[in-house]
């Protein structure tokens, strides 16, 4: 069996150790170099954008969409048959109440007028001789020249003269009536459509037959739009449940090419039930159309309140964060740390947000820079003036948000 050389153990072990010592070294080496290096500086705090919230007087807004319609429409159908002998307007154009529309032929009721005034003539005579003779009977029954049955003949032949001649003025009203009748006036004042049957033409009488054109009312006129049930609750305590107090409630709208609500009017009611199956509740409102800009039929962006101006906490809407379905925004206090800080929000007003509760007049929170921040980070607060955020967020135009 082999054994190991004295001599090479020994330089086994030289190297060895040369090789820890050459370690040792190093080591010392790193640990000097690490202990002369500096302590790596921490970041200095994030700078965001700082405003305080406001508190304003406002009041809250509701957008709907509605329809114009015309207060009053009526559909002209003619009351005797006839043939139209003339038509009278313009299509489109705006006629007063009793402006003649469309004439039927007349002479046909003329005709029919003069002989019920003839039987009416008739009648007269008859009336006016049976009376006669009844004076004359009563003369001789008080002589008794003549029996009490032909006294009886002559009263009973004056009652029926007088029948007669009752029917016979009833004639002459109607023949009147179908007269006048041929003369197709407007029975409101409006804008009229186009004639739907020409001059030429034999029209019958009754509901049933074709219009011959339609008359709608022009100023006032109603704008229709329905309101959702909590919407309707929360009007109902200004007035809205039984229509009480309905003159409270502003109410405007503004056309498809309009900017913003700049026709005014005023609620006129709500309707007596909720549509179970929209849950909706029918609001109509009035307004004023002097320059005939409203036309029936129109699209129209309908703004109401149901509450009078109150005071409330602003903020700008860029301020709010979202953590699932909670709203939130971070409230830097006096240390310039930053608190989660859990909010409330309602409608937007004039390009900013309300905030129900959460917050307080004057508490700092950030607005730009949300993104860069974490609850209890240290901030370098750059103080901005609410309403200048929104300025320079360059909103729209008033907007209510439900």
Avoid: C
């Avoid at 049976?130 to 009263?155: F, P, V, Y």
């Avoid at 949300?370 to 750059?382: A, E």
């Avoid at 320079?392 to 209510?400: D, F, R, Y």
Wanted: no cysteine.
């Amino acid at each position: 069996m082999k054994t190991s050389s004295p001599l090479l153990s020994k330089k086994n072990v030289v190297i060895a150790i040369g090789v820890l010592i050459v370690l040792a070294a190093g080591g010392l080496t790193l640990n000097s170099r690490a202990a002369k290096s500096p302590a790596a500086s921490a970041p200095p705090p994030a700078s965001v954008s700082v405003a305080k919230a406001l508190e304003k007087s406002v009041t809250e807004w509701d957008d709907f969409s509605g329809r114009v319609e015309a207060i009053e429409r009526v559909e002209i159908r003619p009351r005797v048959a006839g043939t139209i002998d003339a038509v009278h307007f313009q299509e489109g154009q705006l006629v007063k109440k009793g402006s003649l529309l469309f004439t039927i032929d007349p002479r046909p009721y003329q005709a029919e007028l003069a002989r019920a005034s003839a039987t009416q003539a008739g009648a007269q005579a008859s009336l006016a001789l049976a009376k006669t003779e009844l004076d004359r009977s009563r003369r001789l029954i008080d002589e008794h020249a003549i029996a009490q049955s032909e006294l009886d003949q002559r009263n009973n032949a004056v009652l029926e003269a007088d029948a007669n001649l009752k029917a016979a003025q009833a004639a002459v009203q109607t023949a009147k009536l179908n007269l006048e009748y041929t003369s197709i006036t407007a029975p409101v004042s409006g804008r009229v459509s186009r004639a739907e049957i020409t001059v030429g033409n034999l029209v019958g009488a009754g509901a049933n037959t074709p219009a011959l054109t339609t008359v709608v009312s022009v100023s006032p006129v109603y704008v229709n739009f329905e309101v959702d049930e909590q919407t309707y609750i929360r009007y109902a305590a200004n007035g809205a449940a039984g229509n009480s107090g309905i003159s409270r409630l502003p109410v405007s709208i503004g056309l498809a090419n309009e900017q913003g609500y700049p026709h005014q009017g005023r609620i006129k009611s709500f309707d007596n039930r909720l549509d179970t199956a929209s849950g909706t509740m029918r609001v109509r409102a009035e307004f004023d159309n002097d320059n005939g800009l409203l036309t029936p039929g129109m699209f129209a962006r309908v703004r109401t309140g149901g509450s009078a101006a109150e005071t409330v906490v602003l903020i700008d809407d860029k301020a709010v964060g979202t953590d699932q379905d909670k709203k939130y925004v971070m409230v830097v206090n006096s240390d310039n740390k930053v608190n989660y800080r859990p909010v409330a929000l309602g409608p937007m007003v004039d390009g900013m947000r309300i905030v129900r509760s959460g917050l307080n007049k004057d508490e700092r929170i950030v607005v730009n820079g949300l993104q860069r921040i974490r609850p209890n980070d240290v901030v370098t607060p750059v103080m901005i003036s609410m309403d200048t955020s929104v300025a320079l967020g360059k909103p729209s135009a008033t907007v209510a948000m439900k």
